[in-house]
């Protein structure tokens, strides 16, 4: 029997509407590119949405189903294109705006991209590709002076496009299944893969992260945006900030510790996001220059990888800020796990209390976890036995953009994660390792396998062999093993850095080499990157 509820879509157009009828008076602040604030009102973004709405329709031609591109940092407007691509129809794409030009050129040619809003101090890195784009019809320019030049073709001001238009625009009903948003894995050890969300996973993703027992926010909150907008779509906090009345912070390209700690002094900024990266270089600029008065804010979210337990301790030791620790995949919309304590936890010791939060936490209610073992059986839940994660729910992916992926998923609806983790009795998942070899350098992926195989293009280079590091300040980096042709002949490493940077944007490129006579291979012949990473702990390398 069919219950008798109303049929009401989920969609960002819910989202939009209650923001504006209930939190209207809630501000969008913006740090914008050349350093100037703007503040206005929920009420104010929407009636833009609207004239944006009846732009992409009436002037841009976009219609249901049609992809748009962003290339853009986090500001009003961007929150702006999120809501009324989605609003009508139509898929709002961000893209990643520190991949190699090969990979945006790739992505924007493989979600076929009929616009692209693009931040005037961005336009640069779109100049190169332009040519090389087959689908975009106009650029639209972001936050862009009136003299502003540039060679891409077909340019709007987006001021220009939204003062020519009405307020007046009715949202057309959509369907809760299709997609709003899409945003690019970089992860892979191949092309990035197209992640399509729906307004469906991406209402309750934002209304369940509201709750106390997960993201914590209210009516009463200040919320600076770290996570880039092009990211998993800032992990769905323009969505949740509208649902919770959270006033919302947006930093654009002021992402450096000192910046960070200006604005949430000016702000009174009292939750905010962010990769370890981030944290910990506000961490220690708060360290070598203790702000005046105690900062507003409560909690921090981490996420993207693991927040080291030093950091969480110094935090709440020297300024009384708390650490929360999140693990989501771009696959998951992201948010999956958090990790708090619960009142049964009291009467355990600070290092003990420690350790739990140093997990990445409880599934989100909507959000189930396994962990599969090498042998196919599910792991018992001690905390200990290890296996790869796997995870379903409402916002996790069922299939990749125009990618057949059947291995990443089960025949029983699963999908895996390739991230190698504990469950706990209590359901707190830890993860050990990855199962893939990848890097994950200041909250961007480097792929070992696209290095290694470049270096291995250099005619003096037999082998090349990429692992992880740790690193104080980017958490991980990469050290490259390189085995010469000729063991007598001569390459500097400055030499091998101006070889990648061809291929590789600065910060994917290795600084640290090892000459070896022999990478140490597995039993098949393979890399061992797992013996490569013991003699580097060892102090071998
Ligand atoms: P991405 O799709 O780029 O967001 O990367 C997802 C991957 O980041 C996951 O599969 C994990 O390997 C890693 N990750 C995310 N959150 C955490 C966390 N809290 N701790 C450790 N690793 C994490």
């Not at 080291?308 to 693990?327: M, N, R, T, Y």
């Not at 062999?465 to 042709?485: F, N, Q, R, S």
């Not at 590789?504 to 490129?509: K, R």
Request: hydrophobic fraction near 40%; charge should be negative.
């Amino acid at each position: 029997m069919e219950g008798l509820m109303m049929d009401y879509p989920l969609t960002t157009n819910t989202i939009l509407e209650y923001g504006n009828s209930v939190y209207h008076h809630k501000k969008i602040i913006s740090h914008l590119p050349d350093g100037t604030r703007h503040e206005y009102r929920f009420g104010d973004m929407y009636k833009r949405c609207k004239r944006l709405a009846n732009a992409l329709v009436h002037k841009l031609g976009i219609t249901n189903g049609n992809m748009v591109g962003t290339f853009a940092w986090n500001h009003g407007p961007h929150v702006e294109l999120y809501y009324a691509i989605s609003g009508i129809g139509a898929v709002c794409q961000t893209i990643n705006i520190r991949l190699s030009s090969h990979q945006i050129e790739y992505i924007i040619n493989n979600s076929e991209d009929k616009v692209i809003f693009v931040d005037a101090t961005l336009v640069p890195l779109l100049e190169k590709i332009a040519p090389l784009l087959e689908t975009v019809e106009y650029y639209i320019l972001l936050n862009a002076p009136k003299d502003f030049t540039t060679t891409l073709p077909n340019t709007l001001h987006y001021e220009d496009l939204l003062a020519e238009q009405s307020e007046d625009f009715e949202w057309p009903k959509l369907n809760e299944n299709d997609a709003c948003g899409m945003c690019y894995t970089s992860g892979t050890t191949g092309l990035p893969k197209g992640v399509l969300y729906s307004h469906r996973s991406t209402f309750l993703h934002a209304s369940t992260i509201i709750s106390p027992n997960a993201g914590n926010f209210s009516n009463s909150d200040t919320v600076l945006l770290i996570v880039p907008q092009f990211h998993v779509m800032a992990w769905g906090f323009p969505y949740l900030c509208l649902l919770s009345g959270s006033n919302m912070v947006l930093p654009s390209s002021h992402l450096q510790p000192d910046s960070i700690i200006k604005i949430l002094q000016e702000e009174k900024v009292t939750k905010a996001n962010g990769v370890p990266t981030i944290w910990l270089g506000v961490y220690h600029a708060m360290k070598m220059n203790p702000p005046k008065d105690k900062l507003a804010l409560e909690e921090y979210l981490v996420g993207g990888s693991a927040l080291p337990k030093s950091l969480i301790e110094g935090f709440e030791k020297d300024f009384g800020i708390k650490g929360v620790q999140a693990w989501g995949m771009t696959e998951t919309s992201p948010l999956g796990t958090v990790s708090r304590l619960q009142p049964k936890h009291a009467h355990l010791s600070a290092s003990e209390k420690m350790d739990i939060r140093a997990k990445q936490g409880l599934a989100f209610p909507g959000v189930e976890l396994r962990i599969v073992m090498e042998d196919g059986t599910l792991a018992p839940t001690d905390g200990k036995s290890m296996g790869e994660l796997h995870i379903k729910g409402a916002w996790t992916i069922q299939a990749y953009f125009k990618t057949n992926n059947s291995e990443s998923f089960t025949e029983d609806g699963w999908f895996k994660t390739g991230d190698v983790c504990t469950l706990d009795e209590d359901g707190y998942m830890e993860i050990k390792d990855r199962t893939k070899d990848l890097i994950k350098s200041g909250g961007e992926w480097i792929s070992s396998v696209a290095l290694e195989s470049a270096l291995m293009a250099h005619p003096k280079i037999k082998e090349a062999a990429v692992i992880a590091i740790p690193d104080a300040k980017w958490v991980e980096k990469p050290l490259a093993l390189i085995v010469l042709v000729n063991q007598n002949d001569e390459i500097s490493d400055g030499e091998l850095i101006e070889f990648l940077s061809r291929d590789f944007v600065n910060y994917q490129i290795p600084k640290n080499y090892v000459y070896v006579h022999e990478v140490p291979k597995t039993s098949v012949g393979k890399f061992d990157k797992k013996e490569i990473r013991r003699l580097f702990a060892e102090g071998v390398l």
